[in-house]
């Protein structure tokens, strides 16, 4: 069976994150070769990305509300039905490195202050994941927010931002800034794994999950193969996109229509795009000019 590689920098990330999905890409061939599963190689492609300070994931994730606080969310899925995940963990380098840890663990999910602290007893080192570019997409945010958007907010997650915003901010505009990356690969023995970590929607209160360390919401694995989303994660959560794709997938349908139909779940407003590899192939789909690479072999 042919390997299959796919990452994504997150639906509204720069074109300029291509090249790094392919160099993700190239890190996740990098494990395969070196033995590793696809779930190592899942694991390599998204640190990789997260490394990117242009990529809203680890360096480089949004800053929330008050301009200060950055809580990033990270998920990883095997084919076995291993699940990792940490939601709102601050200050460390690489979350999905530490969800990686958490299959080691009884649990599936570890969130907020205990997250960090099961990273700092893991030695993962303290980071400041806040860049320059990041404090300027803040600033582009609340300049949006004060510039007002009006009240025609059209998509339930608009809706929620915008009420948000009023009720604690007096701010009212429709969220623009979220972004994901992420990566799902199929190896050479058939198993298939998701990987995925963000920084979430820039107009978060603190304390704010999204879809990705919700099983089945932003990632998802299982025999008939892997998929991970990027969007807004009400949106995604609210659909358990990942997993209804999978679905279709274990129904036999292609993969290319199943990514089709998964983002065809939205309506245009909400920004959409998905990963997906089962054993009859891949695709990749969006609802925008999405940067990602594919590497099959
Ligand atoms: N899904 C991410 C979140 O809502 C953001 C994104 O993928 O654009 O946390």
Not at 263 to 276: H, K, Q
């Amino acid at each position: 069976m042919k390997y299959v590689i796919l990452t994504h920098g997150g639906v509204t990330a720069p074109q300029s994150g291509a090249e790094s999905c392919a160099r993700a890409a190239d890190d996740a061939l990098g494990a395969l070769d070196a033995g590793g599963e696809a779930l190592a190689a899942a694991i390599a492609a998204t640190a990789r990305l997260e490394d990117d300070p242009r990529l809203n994931a680890g360096t480089g994730s949004n800053l929330r509300l008050d301009g200060r606080t950055i809580e990033m969310d990270a998920a990883v899925m095997a084919s076995d039905g291993r699940f990792g995940a940490v939601a709102c963990i601050e200050r460390v380098k690489n979350p999905v490195l530490v969800a990686a840890k958490v299959l080691e663990t009884p649990h599936l999910l570890l969130a907020g202050a205990g997250a960090t602290a099961f990273a700092r007893r893991l030695g993962f080192a303290d980071h400041d994941p806040a860049t320059d570019e990041a404090r300027e997409r803040h600033a582009r945010a609340v300049a949006a927010l004060r510039d007002g958007a009006g009240d025609d907010q059209t998509d339930d997650a608009a809706r929620f931002h915008a009420l948000t915003a009023k009720r604690f901010w007096n701010f009212d505009a429709e969220p623009i800034e979220c972004d994901t990356v992420g990566a799902v690969v199929r190896d050479v023995h058939g198993r298939f794994a998701a990987a995925a970590s963000t920084g979430g929607s820039s107009y978060s209160l603190r304390g704010r999950v999204g879809d990705v360390p919700l099983t089945g919401a932003g990632i998802y694995a299982g025999p008939h193969g892997a998929v991970a989303a990027t969007g807004v994660g009400e949106e995604i959560a609210r659909r358990l996109l990942a997993r209804a794709i999978y679905d279709w997938l274990a129904d036999g349908v292609a993969p290319a229509r199943a990514a089709q139909r998964g983002v065809a779940m939205f309506p245009e407003v909400v920004a959409i795009g998905v990963l997906v590899v089962g054993r009859s192939g891949q695709a990749i789909a969006s609802n925008r000019n999405m940067p990602s690479a594919q590497l099959v072999g």
